[in-house]
């Protein structure tokens, strides 16, 4: 069992940044392929990012374009999403999620292919 909680979230304004941070608990965080997702007001949950054991990323490319960087410390058992310029279209409940990956490169993008996830980090931008 794998226990995910995000925080970094808050208000910002347009062309600020944030970064958001998600413990894991547990020791064997380095074998966990992890992702972050988002739901906007009145939106469906979307992939945002995601990082392999390997560190090998992926990013939606519509809605982040280069804005975004997940990363991770396997030492700290953190996963990070640094978010830059950001815009109001990025106000939304951020979660993050984890699955065991058996591959080291696997980076999933779909919510099904996760198994624990975390309450989620509010971030609100303002025009």
């Known amino acids: 069992q794998v226990q995910l909680v995000e925080s970094g979230g808050g208000l910002v304004q347009a062309g600020g940044s944030l970064r958001l941070s998600c413990a894991a608990s547990?020791?064997?965080?380095?074998?966990?392929?992890m992702g972050w997702f988002r739901r906007a007001p009145g939106k469906e949950r979307e992939f945002v990012a995601a990082?392999?054991?390997?560190?090998?990323?992926?990013y939606d490319p519509d809605s982040v374009k280069g804005r975004f960087t997940i990363s991770r410390d396997n030492a700290k058992n953190t996963v990070y999403l640094q978010m830059n310029s950001l815009k109001p279209e990025d106000t939304a409940l951020y979660y993050c999620?984890?699955?065991?990956?058996?591959?080291?490169?696997?980076?999933?993008?779909?919510?099904?292919?996760?198994?624990?996830w975390g309450q989620g980090t509010q971030v609100t931008v303002s025009s």
């Open positions: 999620a984890a699955v065991l990956a058996g591959n080291i490169w696997q980076a999933p993008r779909q919510e099904y292919e996760y198994t624990y």
């Open positions: 990082i392999s054991r390997g560190g090998g990323v992926i």
């Open positions: 547990g020791r064997t965080f380095s074998s966990y392929a």
